[in-house]
């Protein structure tokens, strides 16, 4: 079974930007979340996606969204970027929503914003 | 508010000995506890992970951790080290089937050959 793919690896964005980031959960998985890694604030919760219904949200700015498909394919986006919004996005999938169904991970976009 | 604390950002053993990775929470109730490893340039692998019931939990690559309730613990532990477990590892904490999960800052592990 593939795991979660992400898409692209990395991006080069400018300031004032926007950019979106795409994931493709594993066969069967219903919720997709994300998450921002960075070396000061480490794993930092975006929002979580269950079909097509965005069930929790982190402490972030509207100008990060996202959305879920039908499919449940996910996107991202990031709008007006800043320099601090340089970081690893990560994507994970699970079968279910909540903290009892474990995430798997893909392995990440790495957005540079100059 | 819930948090999840790992005392050490750091730590250096030599292959073949003993590992223990600590991990403290606060929350109100008893979590949902993880434990993932992020290679370099990777994205996070679980490990193990605690629901409920027997509080010694088996994983992968020859992982475990123990739940203690009294000290709000979940401590990685691995009984001979491999080159290859060098890496950053994560603790992570969901308070309940609702919850999103939170994740620890953090312990780099670095094996000495």
């Known amino acids: 079974k593939a795991g979660v793919t992400q898409t692209p690896r990395y991006l080069i964005k400018t300031r004032g930007q926007q950019v979106t980031l795409s994931c493709s959960p594993i066969?069967?998985?219903?919720?997709v979340s994300w998450y921002q890694q960075t070396p000061g604030q480490g794993l930092q919760f975006l929002f979580e996606?269950?079909?097509?219904?965005?069930?929790n949200k982190g402490n972030f700015p509207g100008r990060f969204s996202g959305r879920q498909f039908s499919n449940s394919r996910s996107e991202m986006n990031v709008s007006t970027l800043e320099l601090g919004d340089s970081a690893l996005y990560l994507c994970?999938?699970?079968?279910?929503?909540?903290?009892?169904?474990?995430?798997?991970f893909g392995n990440g976009t790495r957005l540079t914003v100059t | 508010a819930q948090s999840v604390t790992q005392p050490d950002i750091h730590i250096t053993v030599s292959e073949g000995a003993s590992l223990e990775l600590r991990c403290n929470y606060s929350?109100?109730?008893?979590?949902?506890l993880f434990w993932y490893v992020q290679s370099p340039g990777q994205g996070l692998q679980l490990l193990l992970k605690?629901?409920?019931?027997?509080?010694l939990v088996q994983g992968i690559k020859g992982f475990e951790a123990e739940f203690k309730r009294s000290q709000s613990s979940f401590n990685l532990r691995k009984p001979s080290v491999h080159w290859s477990d060098a890496a950053e590892y994560f603790c992570a904490v969901g308070e309940t089937s609702y919850d999103k999960v939170i994740f620890g800052p953090g312990t780099s592990l670095s094996v000495i050959p």
């Open positions: 929350y109100g109730a008893t979590p949902y």
């Open positions: 066969s069967g998985h219903r919720s």
């Open positions: 996606y269950f079909s097509e219904t965005q069930r």
């Open positions: 994970a999938s699970s079968p279910g929503t909540g903290a009892n169904s474990p995430l798997h």
């Open positions: 605690y629901f409920s019931g027997d509080t």
